[in-house]
């Protein structure tokens, strides 16, 4: 099983244990805000397993269908689970709604608080090991998930404020309006989720830092070479395709430059985890000084 995958089935066992503890403390305030944590998490299992499904297709190798794998099927994930935020979004200003228009007297109950403050640092820890280990493995389905549970626990805290605020006031309407805000707040991570989901979907190119990571490895390693030019990049979930055109002296024979195309392959990999690298080797009438990204000397 895929390292990732194992980390996806544990979201979804942090999932339940959470939603066991915020529904409690939903049934012993009746807090409308508590409800609204309540349902996200909810989503967050949805979310977890349909994490584990597509985590397993991208984890699988290179195929005749498929020669350049499957890692993009992460964004898929990621795209889901916004869909899903949105979804418990609009549910949460619903019963939000309901609220203000009936508002229920709220049961002052620290065991219900203190449930639901144990799940919300659960969530921050979980949320803490999935967001490092998305970045460390370059996987995006890890890394929404990681995003998602943060944003989660960060509604958390401001319900658990509000719920306080609420019981010491009296003024029932800040359950429902408390409600309603954390709706909106979800509603614009579901979002953000989603359009950055998208950016990868759509072949979108590495950040300008990477790019020029990617030009000095190729600049400190193409001795030999011309020039190089037209270097574009992609991200395709945990794999970064990198590609362009190197110019070498057209008497130079194809052994040698292969062993400057080699060096550079093995430099961009060691420094860009993940990659795959495509180099097209041209005779020197074919240079674009004009055009040309890195220049290089003979």
């Known amino acids: 099983m895929h390292k990732t995958v194992k980390l996806a089935f544990g979201s979804i066992l942090v999932a339940f ?3 066991g503890l915020k529904s409690l403390a939903y049934l012993a305030t009746g807090s409308v805000a508590l409800f609204s944590d309540a349902v996200e998490s909810v989503v967050n299992i949805a979310a977890a397993c349909v994490a584990v499904i597509v985590l397993k297709i991208s984890a699988a190798p290179a195929d005749e269908n498929h020669p350049f794998g499957h890692t993009k099927a992460e964004y898929f994930a990621a795209v889901g689970e916004g869909a899903l935020i949105v ?3 609009l549910l949460i200003l619903r019963e939000a709604y309901e609220g203000a228009i009936n508002p229920t007297p709220l049961n002052l109950s ?4 203190a449930l639901n403050a144990v799940a919300s640092v659960l969530n921050g820890l979980w949320s803490w090991v999935l967001i490092r280990k998305g970045r460390e493995w370059r996987s995006p389905a890890l890394l929404a998930d990681g995003r998602h549970l943060f944003g989660d626990v960060i509604t958390s805290v401001g319900v658990l404020a509000g ?4 019981l010491v006031t009296g003024w029932q309407i800040l359950d429902a309006l408390l409600a309603a805000s954390v ?3 979800i509603l614009w991570s579901g979002w953000k989720l989603i359009r ?3 950016g990868g979907l759509m072949d979108e190119a590495v950040s300008p830092a990477t790019l020029e990571l990617i030009q000095n490895i190729i600049t400190s390693q193409a001795d030999g070479a011309i020039e190089a030019h037209d270097v574009r990049t992609r991200y395709a979930g945990r794999r970064t395709f990198i590609e362009f055109h190197l110019i070498v002296s057209g008497d130079m024979n194809v052994s040698r430059a292969h062993e400057i195309c080699d060096r550079i392959e093995l430099a961009l990999k060691r420094e860009i985890a993940g990659s795959t690298i495509h180099i097209h080797i041209e005779p020197d009438h074919k240079a674009k ?4 990204i890195v220049f290089l000397n003979e």
Request: glycine fraction near 8%; charged fraction near 10%.
């Open 163 to 166: 719920v306080g605020l609420v």
């Open 196 to 198: 950055d989901s998208v």
């Open 183 to 185: 709706a909106i707040f």
């Open 289 to 292: 000084p004009d055009d040309a």
């Open 17 to 19: 244990v959470v939603l």
């Open 87 to 89: 979804a418990a979004a």
């Open 110 to 113: 620290v065991t219900g608080l």
